[in-house]
């Protein structure tokens, strides 16, 4: 990004000195662009975290001006997915689980959601 536009975006409190430092290190003029008219005209807030993820994808090669938006807007941040983690009842596992172990329990489990959801994974 050019030192005029970096230094009028941390003057102006749009963006923090270690994200402007973060930035600095994307150059390529059209992207720098894009990312100082997401900023100053649309108004988009620009974090670390933002400035990390527009970074990253710049040095994978990946970063495109549509992409800074999305990045920037927030549509396009990156989510870990973690496995839903589910609670059976104390009744129903005493119930139906009392004398079985955790791999008998797993496997009734499977099982019965095969049955249920006929088949399809």
């Known amino acids: 990004m050019r030192i ?11 963006i923090a000195f270690l994200s402007a430092y973060t930035l600095s290190f994307i150059n390529n ?13 649309y108004g988009f807030k620009l974090d670390m975290k ?5 970074r990253q994808e710049f040095e994978s090669g ?3 001006e ?10 396009l941040e990156k989510k870990e997915s973690k496995p839903k983690t589910i609670k059976i009842k104390p009744e129903l596992t005493q119930k139906y689980f009392s004398d079985k172990s955790k ?5 009734i489990i499977e099982q019965a959601l095969v049955l249920y959801f006929g088949g399809k994974e």
């Not at 003029?29 to 005209?41: F, R």
């Not at 549509?66 to 549509?75: E, F, Q, T």
């Open 66 to 75: 549509s992409m800074v938006d999305l990045i920037l807007s927030g549509n």
């Open 103 to 107: 791999t008998e329990i797993d496997d």
């Open 29 to 41: 003029e059209s992207l720098q662009q894009a990312i100082y008219k997401a900023v100053k005209i």
């Open 4 to 14: 005029s536009e970096l230094l009028e975006l941390l003057d102006n409190n749009n």
């Open 62 to 64: 990946n970063l495109t």
């Open 50 to 54: 933002k400035a990390n993820q527009l």
